[in-house]
């Protein structure tokens, strides 16, 4: 037995990697990730029609790369996708920087500075035809090569001035029709980089909108600044935000937070429309599928339940590690994935609950929300398809009242909170519930209990609630006062604690 070696040609593979299925705004997407991967606090997209030799460049203030690393990262399939990768990285193949590159280019050219020492190579498809002898040749780029840059000048004079960053730019962009007119071309080209705003937007809006505390990535289109489009529209007091669960696969915990989006009575018509998104509250449904706060897949229900009209309300988000690429099928584009059996199975346990809380919103219409629920007593979470509810021991009447424990009585606490959640009689409520749901009631909480409640509550939430709204819109999104928020406005108002 012996072996030969085939080595693939350079041509022919390059020209076959850019038909895998990228977009412009795929495109776009994948080369982004490599940046916020590098730590860019900024990334600026740029692109010019320059009288029909049209040009795009992405450049970021990263932390950019060496010779060698900036040789290895232009190596087709510089990384493995079965070795395990830094928790934050939304790399996969070690694929995307080129294939996403040639998908809309001939000549791909990168310029990387770290440790204020300058790097550049490029790619050249034309060159590779024309010079098929050479091999896996790439192109080391030298001072003179990036003198005559002269499009992308303002680019290089910003990376001379940092200490760090990457530009790549995209040349030779030969997927506009070119028995177009110029002038249908550039439109088309407009049009491109229209779409991709939009998908940039809402693929990374938790980088665009990461909130107070957190680090954001702004993100710029010819200088114009993109801002993040929130499919779930969280800043809406009438958005219902139903309990966040977990499902587990190998150790590693998949979180998934279902929302109800308001009823069109509840918000303006421009926001109601800005929040259906292309194609319509009806189409946009689903599960959001999140790698690394990292959009993947959008509005589907994985074929676990139908697209109907007293659904259209609900969004889940679906946040997954990159440490479960393998079992979700990420796939080069990082544009699909499609949930194993085991999580399939969790997932439809918990859309089978939130389906029926949509539909109730939904055909309430202008009727009054209940407050969300953000510190229930009991959480439920789905590990290898098994539903386990356990007692939240983060939650505040229970943290409170530890506090007043010494170490030994908070054991014992804790002891007699594991046996009651161990003695939760699942059997007898699932049976009263499949066979008649409406007699299954909640025990009731008296005025008499529910006032003992808060003055346990009440000194702790003074300290920080300024007024009388203030203190109440936090213990109403509390249980037990969550379930009874008009009883417990009245017993507030008479203990006159704020004026």
Not at 28 to 39: E, F, H, K, W
Request: with cysteine; proline share 4%; net charge negative.
């Amino acid at each position: 037995m012996h072996y030969k070696t085939l080595e693939p040609s350079p041509s022919s593979l390059m020209e076959s990697l850019r038909d895998i299925g990228y977009s412009m705004e795929t495109a776009l997407a994948d080369v982004i990730d490599n940046s916020i991967t590098a730590d860019a606090t900024r990334i600026d997209i740029r692109f010019s029609w320059n009288e029909a030799k049209p040009w795009l460049a992405i450049q970021d203030n990263g932390l950019g790369m060496t010779e060698t690393e900036l040789l290895y990262a232009m190596k087709l399939g510089s990384y493995n996708p079965l070795n395990e990768r830094n928790e934050n990285d939304l790399g996969r193949f070690g694929l995307g920087l080129k294939t996403a590159s040639f998908s809309q280019c001939r000549q791909l050219t990168v310029i990387t500075k770290k440790h204020n020492t300058l790097s550049s190579m490029e790619w050249d498809l034309d060159q590779i035809t024309d010079n098929p002898t050479d091999g896996w040749s790439i192109k080391i780029l030298d001072s003179e090569d990036l003198n005559k840059l002269t499009d992308i000048s303002d680019l290089l004079e910003n990376l001379e001035n940092v200490n760090s960053g990457t530009i790549v730019v995209w040349r030779k962009l030969d997927r506009l029709d070119t028995f177009d007119s110029q002038a249908i071309r550039e439109r088309k080209l407009n049009n491109l980089i229209d779409n991709s705003r939009n998908h940039i937007e809402l693929t990374f809006h938790r980088f665009l909108n990461a909130g107070a505390g957190n680090k954001s990535t702004k993100m710029y289109i010819n200088g114009d600044l993109l801002v993040g489009v929130d499919p779930f529209n969280t800043s809406h007091i009438a958005t219902l935000e139903l309990p966040k669960q977990a499902i587990y696969v190998d150790s590693k915990e998949i979180t998934v937070q279902p929302y109800i989006l308001p009823h069109y009575t509840k918000v303006s018509a421009q926001e109601y429309e800005k929040f259906a998104g292309e194609g319509g509250y009806l189409h946009n449904q689903g599960f959001y599928v999140y790698r690394n706060k990292r959009l993947i897949i959008k509005s589907t229900w994985f074929r676990l339940m139908p697209k109907e009209e007293l659904t259209k309300l609900i969004r889940v988000r679906v946040d997954i590690p990159n440490s479960l690429d393998h079992i979700w099928k990420i796939d080069v584009k990082k544009s699909n994935a499609n949930p194993p059996e085991s999580v399939r199975k969790g997932l439809k346990q918990i859309i089978s609950e939130v389906e029926y809380s949509g539909k109730r919103v939904f055909k309430q219409k202008g009727h009054k929300l209940k407050s969300k629920i953000l510190e229930p007593v009991w959480n439920r979470t789905v590990a290898s398809g098994k539903v386990k509810y356990e007692i939240s021991k983060s939650h505040p009447l229970i943290d409170t009242f530890k506090a007043t424990l010494n170490d030994e009585s908070q054991r014992d606490f804790n002891n007699i909170l594991k046996s009651i959640e161990s003695s939760f009689p699942s059997d007898l409520y699932f049976n009263d519930f499949a066979n008649s749901p409406e007699s299954v009631e909640k025990p009731l909480v008296t005025e008499e209990e529910l006032t003992n409640i808060l003055k346990v509550f009440i000194p702790v939430h003074l300290a920080t609630s300024y007024t009388h709204d203030d203190l109440v819109n936090k213990l109403i999104q509390i249980e037990p006062m969550a379930s009874s928020p008009q009883l417990t406005h009245k017993i507030i108002n008479e203990m006159e604690l704020i004026p």
